[in-house]
């Protein structure tokens, strides 16, 4: 299957400070990528949309500015949470769908555990 | 509201058990089904798309019914290893990307 890399795995930050999540599709192009969030025990969901050179589609509820999505190339999209806070420690997991493959199979990174002290 | 509905579980059944789990959905222009497992604090993982006709890969059966909006996976001759959370998931048909509703997951555990 597809392979989609995630950087850093865990991260752990303080109050206020900015983080970068790095999303990689390693054997395949994808023009578009997406991006979930989990908090312990509840189901994912969908934050943003990331699409390569164009702006992100954000799901209702999700602030644009606090969460910056850039797809600059088609294997790398990234999520940066700004001024995090407690409240944005969660798991973020980005996927990719294989643009070759007709049916919406999505294929994950390994997620980011992200904790804000 | 789009909406993809399990039974939270959780299940626990002796190794060796046959072990089905149900999802409902209410988007009924809903094109693409799928189950992903997914492991404590791990990411999801494809476990088998599902189609109309009904597949099978291994010990895995997965089913669909269209009319009801209803989706099954069978488990056969449970394994230890079977134990996760097995997510229902079906793409959001009408968005513009073909994004992913997800259910919140149905725990299953297999006992030795």
Not at chain 1, 36 to 53: C, D, H, I, V, W
Not at chain 2, 37 to 64: H, I, W
Request: charged content about 20%; some cysteine.
């Amino acid at each position: 299957g597809a392979v989609v890399s995630q950087h850093p795995s865990r991260v752990i930050c303080k109050s206020g400070t900015s983080v970068k999540i790095e999303c990689r599709s390693l054997d395949f192009q994808a023009t578009t990528m997406f991006w979930y969030r989990q908090f312990p025990k509840k189901s994912l969901m969908l934050m943003a949309t990331s699409n390569e050179g164009s702006k992100a589609t954000y799901e209702q509820g999700v602030e644009k500015d606090k969460f910056l999505i850039n797809h600059a190339s088609l294997t790398l999209s990234t999520l940066t949470v700004t001024s995090a806070h407690p409240e944005d420690s969660s798991f973020y997991i980005c996927s990719a769908r294989d643009e070759g493959l007709a049916i919406y199979e999505q294929y994950f990174g390994p997620g980011t555990r992200l904790t804000v002290t | 509201r789009k909406e993809v509905e399990q039974d939270p579980g959780p299940f626990n059944v002796p190794e060796g058990a046959t072990v089905a789990f149900n999802c409902t959905y209410s988007n009924s222009a809903s094109q693409s089904f799928f189950w992903y497992r997914q492991d404590c604090r791990k990411e999801p993982k494809l476990l088998m798309s599902v189609y109309s006709s009904g597949n099978e890969d291994g010990r895995f059966t997965a089913q669909l019914n269209r009319a009801s909006q209803y989706i099954s996976l069978l488990i056969r001759d449970s394994k230890l290893s079977d134990s996760a959370t097995y997510l229902c998931v079906v793409n959001d048909y009408g968005g513009s990307q073909g994004n992913l509703i997800f259910g919140k997951g149905t725990k299953l555990s297999v006992k030795p």
